[in-house]
T-cell receptor, first 113, second 112 residues
Framework: DAGVIQSPRHEVTEMGQEVTLRCKPI?????LFWYRQTMMRGLELLIY????????DSGMPEDRFSAKMPNASFSTLKIQPSEPRDSAVYFC???????????FGQGTRLTVV | EDKVVQSPLSLVVHEGDTVTLNCSYE??????LLWYKQEKKAPTFLFML????IEKKSGRLSSILDKKELFSILNITATQTGDSAVYLC????????????FGAGTILRVKS
């Protein structure tokens, strides 16, 4: 298995632009997570899906952020409009079931200028 | 609010030393605790602990969970420069609002 696949690996965009991050979880995994990592705040959980259904989105910073999981093999995290404070590494992770180990993608480094 | 607190925040040791990293938690409906190692890129899984007092071991790394005192430790013996990384602790919360939440991490630097 190729593992969790994220795209793009790097994204540089101007303030105010829409940004879409993509994730393909490991085949057969039922749980999917989006995390954001910064030096100041560490690894923050943004949203958690189980069986394609959002279970907890309390970590989504504000209405500018939205996430979807239209099917078991694809998820997106969208920021519209983007701001410089959104600059961070965004990780997608998946696990086979709840309460099992999560496997991380290589992350998307987002820079908003 | 759920809390996962790691200590120390950072640590510098010499090759061959033994280190102990700490993780305490306050989590509603606690189900399990996980340890990860993060070098330059994505976190990689080390251990998952669900029962108190049972040590998990992998080479020079070992970990144990105390569900009464709500903490876990990660031990690394005979440290090597390749052990330099951020070590992350995470907990699975069960029931309504179940999720996997991470602590801030411990930065370990092993000097040769």
């Amino acid at each position: 298995d190729a593992g969790v696949i994220q795209s793009p690996r790097h994204e540089v965009t101007e303030m105010g632009q829409e940004v879409t991050l993509r994730c393909k979880p490991i085949s057969g995994h039922n749980s999917l997570f989006w995390y954001r990592q910064t030096m100041m705040r560490g690894l923050e959980l943004l949203i958690y899906f189980n069986n394609n259904v959002p279970i907890d989105d309390s970590g989504m910073p504000e209405d500018r952020f939205s996430a979807k999981m239209p099917n078991a093999s694809f998820s997106t995290l969208k920021i519209q409009p983007s701001e410089p404070r959104d600059s961070a590494v965004y990780f997608c992770a998946s696990s086979l079931f709840e309460n099992t180990e999560a496997f991380f993608g290589q992350g998307t480094r987002l820079t908003v200028v | 609010e759920d809390k996962v607190v790691q200590s120390p925040l950072s640590l510098v040791v010499h090759e061959g030393d033994t280190v102990t990293l700490n993780c305490s938690y306050e989590v509603t409906n606690f189900r399990s605790l996980l340890w990860y190692k993060q070098e330059k890129k994505a976190p990689t899984f080390l251990f998952m602990l669900t029962s108190s007092g049972i040590e998990k071991k992998s080479g020079r790394l070992s970990s144990i969970l105390d569900k009464k005192e709500l903490f876990s430790i990660l031990n690394i013996t005979a440290t090597q420069t390749g052990d330099s990384a951020v070590y992350l602790c995470a907990t699975w919360r069960g029931g309504y609002g179940n999720k996997l939440v991470f602590g801030a991490g411990t930065i370990l630097r092993v000097k040769s």
